[in-house]
């Protein structure tokens, strides 16, 4: 209304805690954050060590197989319309045999859930996991999403932190001291990200045997699955779904260089039915009747995509990868200011330590330097 001829009282506005909070978490906002304070008469090139995207990279490029099925898909005519909440069962189909192959038992189509990249499959775990007074444990270093999701839907989270004298382990220990009768799950992401560890098969079992002593399931992030290239081979954690139940996150955007086509899948790795006898299961469709799809054009393209691409496409990625980290690993090796506590074995990331006082020393000496410049 307004108040005698002055300006209108509005009575909506766009400020929201929550909103802000859970935003300032993620890694955009983090960048946001860093690219503000850049100096724009600055002229120098900005290199991103934070690129989560391979494709921006000309090096990395996705198969032709993959380009000619998202072409044959759009041109069929077939996935112009909506697609059901869960996915289309010919991609879900695919997907569940993808994923059996290499577990001791079948996925059903009726496991997979088609979601919006990876994102939005943590989104809907996280929500359906999220009641009052609940918590979850999520990994130290991490991916901060997880943190940005828990906190806009009000689920308290704990941290355990990785072991980087132990190959960024779990700590198990610290894993049964936080968990409380409160717990819900606890989340994993193997190839790791931001450590670039890959966990071996007697880890990981003993992952599962203590979340099934917490009574707890186990949110397996594995959006980065088989980029591997140590000594470890990558295990999904759905192997143990006999153990405990486990939630599969997964997407086609890493390991085919398309994070930009937003293809994930949420995959119910529990073949004892705990998630459907809990109501994990029916809730999960709750949380997809209310949100949107992905594309049903890229959904068509799955089968062929998985179906068909080469294992040299594959090969060549991971290729490319050793050698990257193998460069990076060495060069770290020859500045005294940082570390790197563990070789990178899988995914695209590798973690260093950087020592505050050797930094500080040469951030000084810099200054020192400059002023001495100015006087002379």
Same mark, same amino acid.
């Given at each position: 209304m307004e108040n005698g001829g002055g300006e209108i009282k509005w009575r909506f506005g766009g400020e929201n805690e929550k909103i802000t909070k859970a935003g300032?978490?993620?890694?955009?906002?983090?960048? *946001?954050?860093?690219?503000?304070?850049l100096d724009s008469n600055d002229d120098r090139t900005v290199i991103p060590l934070g690129h989560g995207d391979p494709?921006?990279?000309?090096s990395f490029r996705t198969s032709e197989v993959a380009e000619d099925a998202i072409v044959d898909a759009v041109r069929s005519a077939n996935f112009n319309s909506y697609s059901p909440t869960v996915g289309i069962l010919p991609a879900r189909r695919a997907i569940a045999e993808h994923l059996s192959r290499d577990l001791p038992y079948e996925l059903?189509?009726? *496991?997979?859930?088609l979601t919006i990249g990876c994102t939005q499959a943590v989104e809907v775990a996280l929500t359906v996991l999220a009641r009052p007074g609940a918590n979850i444990l999520l990994p130290r270093p991490g991916f901060p999403y997880y943190e940005a999701r828990a906190s806009f839907n009000n689920l308290e989270y704990r941290h355990f932190d990785l072991l980087p004298d132990k190959g960024w382990e779990v700590d198990l220990d610290a894993v049964e001291a936080l968990a409380d009768e409160n717990t819900v799950a606890m989340v994993i992401i193997n190839p790791g990200n931001p450590c670039g560890n890959v966990f071996s098969y007697q880890h990981l079992k003993k992952v599962a045997e203590t979340a099934r002593r917490l009574g707890i399931l186990v949110i397996a992030d594995e959006v980065y699955d088989h980029l591997t290239f140590g000594s470890n081979p990558f295990v999904p954690m759905g192997v143990f779904g006999s153990i405990v139940p486990v939630l599969t996150l997964g997407s086609i955007s890493k390991r085919w260089i398309v994070p930009g086509w937003r293809l994930g899948w949420l995959v119910t790795s529990d073949p004892n039915g705990v998630l459907k006898k809990t109501k994990i299961v029916q809730s999960i469709m709750g949380c997809l009747n209310i949100s949107c799809d992905p594309a049903t054009f890229i959904q068509g393209?799955?089968?062929?995509?998985?179906?068909n691409t080469k294992a040299d496409f594959f090969n060549k990625i991971?290729?490319?990868l050793r050698q990257s980290a193998d460069i990076c690993y060495e060069e770290i090796k020859e500045i005294n200011c940082i570390t790197c506590p563990h070789k990178p074995e899988g995914s695209m990331f590798v973690m260093v330590r950087y020592y505050a006082h050797t930094v500080l020393y040469i951030l000084h000496l810099c200054k020192f330097m400059q002023m001495t410049w100015l006087l002379l």
């Open positions: 300032k978490i993620t890694i955009r906002g983090i960048l *946001d954050i860093l690219k503000c304070s494709s921006a990279f000309p059903s189509p009726d *496991d997979v859930f393209a799955i089968p062929h995509i998985l179906e991971i290729s490319l």
